[in-house]
């Protein structure tokens, strides 16, 4: 069984591009809409909600959690590991889509949460791989609120938008990570806005990553056509609001559920 977390509807980004791209499998999302966001938070509170979650998963008998928020993957993936990682396989975003831009040449732009900004972990981990590489890292913490609260028409939310779609074209960035799973949605309104730009989903990278472990652990459960997965989703809290923001990036067809460990 494959776990995928996030603060709320972000990491249904990366449950998409997992199953667009083949991958079969008994499906658990969990969303923390309890706590979102997540990237205003400390390193310490978001270390005791995704340990929450990993316990969760533990007892739900995941045995390959994706974390679908870049977020914790920048503030607590070697703390999560350090703790779970005999019992469940971790794949944290940021790590697994750095190495993916070892040759890159051209200045790399990240829009991320203000938490992951100010940890620098995309740079650190793409220059571990390309030195050379110029990184320009900006918070757009407000897109998160955007795309939960499906602001998406809203006037001073596509000015916001366009801001700072304009100020990493104006840097020089060809190409921009959207660095939280929240922000793929806002891809083609930031591309009216910058339309040069290159805005790159990294869930794509990180579904590679998944796959190509999955063919030599499970060779079943990558798609000969057939697709066989089951989907559960939960939250720590409104249920009904996630399926409403949710169901417009995944097509949500059971009940979302409150988890019981988020009722106390
Ligand atoms: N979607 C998450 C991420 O990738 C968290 C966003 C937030 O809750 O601030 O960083």
């Known amino acids: 069984m494959i776990g ?35 990237g205003t938070k400390s390193k310490e509170q978001i270390l005791s909600y995704t340990r929450e979650i990993m316990e969760f998963f533990v007892q ?31 794949f944290p975003l940021i790590q697994s889509v750095a190495p993916f831009f070892k040759d890159e040449k ?14 620098f ?36 939310a596509v000015e916001y938008i366009k801001k700072k779609a304009e100020h990493l074209k104006n840097a020089g960035c060809k190409k921009v990570i959207l660095g939280c799973t929240h922000f793929p949605y806002l891809a083609p309104i930031l591309s009216k806005f910058a339309p040069a730009v290159e805005f790159i989903d990294p869930a794509k990278y990180l579904v590679d990553v998944v796959k190509k472990d999955l063919i030599f652990s499970k060779p079943a459960k990558i798609s000969d056509g057939r697709a066989f997965s089951t989907f559960k989703f939960y939250v720590s809290s409104a249920p009904e609001e996630f399926k409403k923001s949710g169901s417009i990036f995944f097509d949500i067809k059971d009940e979302v559920h409150l988890a019981e460990f988020a009722k106390c």
């Open 60 to 90: 739900n008998k995941v045995d390959c959690a994706v974390m679908a928020c870049n977020t914790s993957s920048a503030l607590v993936y070697e703390e999560l590991c350090a703790e779970f990682s005999d019992k469940i396989k971790i």
């Open 106 to 119: 051209e200045t790399i732009g990240i829009m991320a949460t203000s938490a992951t900004v100010k940890s």
């Open 121 to 156: 972990a995309y740079t650190r981990e793409i220059k571990k791989l390309n030195k050379n590489v110029e990184v320009i890292e900006l918070e757009c913490q407000d897109f998160v609120r955007i795309v939960e609260d499906r602001l998406y028409n809203d006037a001073s």
């Open 4 to 38: 995928l977390f996030d603060s709320g509807v972000g990491g249904l980004s990366v449950l998409r591009a997992m199953v667009q791209d083949g991958i079969n499998d008994d499906f658990i999302y969990f969303g923390d809409t309890k706590n979102v966001p997540y």
